[in-house]
């Protein structure tokens, strides 16, 4: 049996009085690509906050490539890497300057990284991009170079926070091939997205309402036993009463 | 016109819920008010002298006794050499000295002249003269009774403030700071407010809007005129609470003239936003387009005569200048418009210049 | 793995977010121009900008009496250099116009019997009307005229003592006056500062201000800006501690205020000639002390902000107070005593007397001991609040 990657127990945070993350549990594998799905504020990026030690549960754990979100929050970041909704690299660096200082924060030297980030620029063909300023460069790159940055430290899961949003559905596609590298090479992945369509990509998912997960397993089998053709009518048909309060 | 006022009901729950900025916009006139006129003084009292009298005698002890009995000065040390003083000085826990020569009262029985050394610490200039000219005083009344006695001349000034009377530095600054304090608002926060709209790319959704170009900056720009007017009534207020700030002049004018410069500052704020795409450089030019110089070369705290002439003309293109003197002589002399025609007259034409370079820049980057 | 031991890990993460932070620095004109350009205009503006000095002062002269004596007073005033006789007259309206225009800062009125009192008596009185609208200037410049009027009854004196003492009785036991009569003179000597130059004064000051205003201000606003931007996150979800990530922060910015300061040095005793007579070794690392309280504050300040703006109008609000209430331009001294107290919570104050000491005067450790330490212990206690306010964490 492979090692869990990501145990969460009844994981809450409340702000003030709204329930923004109400009781969430589940598992992820080693090495699976997980989604984690969504509508914009069902608390997506709240639980991924904490999964990620930057917000303080209010109830509830984690336990995350091996440590306790609340009590070993250090040692959990040192193991994580993340992709942020708002902001990938820092557009006045070039990309080298980037990967030089997120490397050098996980503890890499200088050609250690130099290394690793040529054998993933190589992979990807974008080799010329090493030291343009990131600022430059069209936003499919940037989320496409964002990820090989988090990648650098080779942490054992990752996080991305909507990774692909306002790219082409090509970059897209290109960016799900990168995600599926990582997981063969045994990094567990767990990527937030309120794309639907990019759910059937993923190993397992669950999908979030108003705070909790509605659903949760194989897309395949979730499709099938809601008899639905694709996961966004799963979706549509889990959201609609929770927002109207009708059937 | 409900889309304007749309528009200003918009602002002005930004503006609102700001609470930071909020704050610091209406406490900073009310503490400036306190601090400059604490802190702008340079009045003597409570000197530090320290005394190097050699060879003391009836003459030297009663002069001593004199500086005690000043109520000016009080005495923190007695040296027997001037080498010592050097070290007193250099902490600053003396700030003037005297030296007597050895043989003092000697010389003043035999008629000749008994010199004494006033050694004052000028690193700050004025201080230092000012601390001399007390000790010389002292020394001089001394002198005065002395030749009163043996009949010699005393010719007594006589001394009388006039304007203000108080010699309080309130009234000085008042003027200068409700420049200040329109500046900051009118000038810098439209500027900022603008930029910020145009960081967000928010106003080119505006200009998109059914609202009209003129529209979209009175709407930005009225709710900080009304915070200036009102800051500047509490400047007013406090000045007088505090300080007893008098307005001599007519206080209609006073405001009048207030609006007159709003006007000029606002236009100001506006062609800064124009030109600038970022806040932070909107803030930095901002800065030294018109709150440096409403500081500095506006003559309300470093007065203009002391400068050197290349600054003194630079001064004159700064609107503050005109307003200060405009404020001081309608509130300190109580002077009128026949008075003030001219420094008016400066204003409008800044203030037509400035509104057409304004809405030019601005209907410029429209297109 | 990679990861050597936990000091030189410290030491890694430390200096890699520190070199990127000068990246961002060097690369970002705004900033660049905040840092070097702004304050070597202001220092040349300002230090030629901000002075008392007091030039000649306009008098108007009201000379009832037209004698000798009374204008013999008045050519005095005139000749001393510190006043202009801008005008003269019989009778006060003109003068009174004259000082409500501002032609004028001072009136001299001689009444009518000065001549005959001074024969008569020997005494007379004159009077000085003082536009206080100057202020500052006012005091002194009272003084001055008063130095010129003793100076001038001296003179007059001088002249009579021949004739008085043949005609005047000698009451006994008293010294018969001698032709010049004993007589005190004082002589007025400036130290540290003998040409009265302002700058030599306004310049320290000047400097001081700046290095805060880079010190404190950019800190407060550049991680202001990280907040705003979101671009906080991306570091806080690292393992960099707390304190690695405020030293990375902070060091770039010491190292540039420094070095601010050591141009705005240069200019200041290249230019303005400011001297140098204290040790500049002691003056560094004095302003190294100084600059870890400024600095500390910035990070305190980011901490209760959450955006820019905010950032940059809480700073300078701070900074204004501590700038007005820090003998800068005028001096603490002349402040009313509570004020005085309360200045010595004020860093800026502390670094301001230090400049000024070691500059002017050449003092040495001994001399600064009390100031330095004073600002020690405030960088101790504010580097240990704003870490300890500083999460790394959002709410």
Known sequence: MTALAIEVRELTRVFGGFTAVDHISFDVAQGEVFGFLGANGAGKTTAIRMLTGLLQPSSGGAVVAGHDVVRETEMVKSRIGYMSQRFALYDDLTVRENAQLYGGLYGLRPAAIDVRLRGMLGRLGLERAERSIVGSLPLGWKQKLAFVVALLPEPSVVFLDEPTGGVDPITRRQFWEMIYEAAHRGTTVLVTTHYMDEAEYCDRISIMVDGRIAVMGEPATLKREAGVATIDDLFVRLARPATTGTT | MSALSGLLRKEVYHILRDRRTLTVLVLLPVVQVILFGYSIRTDVSDVRLAIVDPAPDATTLALRDRFTASGVFRIVAVLRSERELDALFRTDTAQVAIEFEPGFAERVARGETARLLVIGDATEPNSGTARQSYVTAVVQQYESEQAGHRGGIRILPEARARFNPTRASANLFVPGLMALVLMIISALMTALSLTREKETGTLEALLVSPLRPWQIIVGKVAPYLVIGFVSVLLVLLEARLVFHVPIRGSVTLLLAEGVLFILVALALGILISARTSSQRVAMMTAMLATMLPTQILSGFVFPLESMPMPLQWLANLVPAKWFVLIARGIMLKGVGITYLWQETLVLVVMALVLMTAASRSFSARLQ | ?395
Not at chain 3, 45 to 51: D, E, G, R
């Open chain 3, 1 to 395: 793995m990679t990861l050597r031991g936990p000091s030189f890990a410290f030491l890694r993460r430390t200096t890699v977010l520190a070199r990127a932070e000068v990246l961002h620095v060097v690369r970002d004109r705004a900033t660049l121009a905040q840092i070097v350009m702004l304050p070597i205009i202001q220092l040349l503006v300002l230090s030629n900008a901000t002075t008392f000095t007091i030039r000649e002062t306009p008098v108007w002269v009201v000379d009832r009496d037209q004698s000798t004596e009374s204008r013999g007073l008045v050519d005095r005033l005139g000749a001393s250099g510190y006043f202009r006789i801008e005008g003269a007259s019989m009778s006060g309206e003109p003068a009174n116009e004259a000082m409500l225009r501002g032609d004028a800062t001072l009136v001299l009125t001689i009444p009518t019997d000065f001549a005959r009192d001074i024969t008569r008596t020997g005494s007379a009185p004159v009077h000085f009307d003082v536009n206080a609208e100057k202020g500052a200037a006012a005091g002194v410049v009272q003084s001055y005229a008063s130095q010129i009027v003793a100076a001038y009854a001296r003179e007059l004196e001088m002249e009579r003592r021949p004739r008085q003492s043949l005609v005047r009785d000698v009451p006994s036991g008293m010294q018969a006056p001698t032709t010049t009569g004993g007589h005190i003179e004082a002589v007025a000597r400036s130290w540290y500062n003998p040409a009265l130059n302002y700058k030599h004064f306004m310049v320290p000051g000047i400097l001081v201000a700046l290095v805060s205003m880079i010190g404190t201000l950019v800190t407060a606003q550049n991680i202001a800006r990280e907040k705003e931007m979101g671009t906080i996150e991306q570091l806080n979800v690292t393992p960099i501690t707390r304190a690695e990530f405020i030293a990375a922060k902070l060091l770039p910015f010491w190292v540039l205020a420094l070095l601010d300061l050591a141009l705005g040095l240069a200019v200041g005793h290249l230019v303005f000639g400011v001297p140098i007579r204290g040790s500049l070794l002691l003056l560094f690392a004095s302003a190294g002390v100084y600059l870890v309280v400024a600095l500390g504050i910035g990070l305190f300040i980011s901490t209760m902000v959450e955006t820019q703006q905010q950032a940059m109008f809480v700073t300078f609000f701070l900074l204004m107070i501590y700038l007005l209430m820090g003998g800068l331009f005028t001096p603490i001294d002349s402040m009313p005593r509570w004020v005085q107290l309360l200045s010595e919570l004020n860093p800026i104050r502390h670094f301001a007397t230090i400049m000024r000491r070691i500059l002017m005067k050449g003092a040495g450790l001994d001399d600064i001991a009390r100031p330095l330490g004073i600002l020690a212990l405030y960088a101790t206690l504010i580097l240990t609040v704003a870490i300890r306010r500083y999460r790394k964490q959002t709410a």
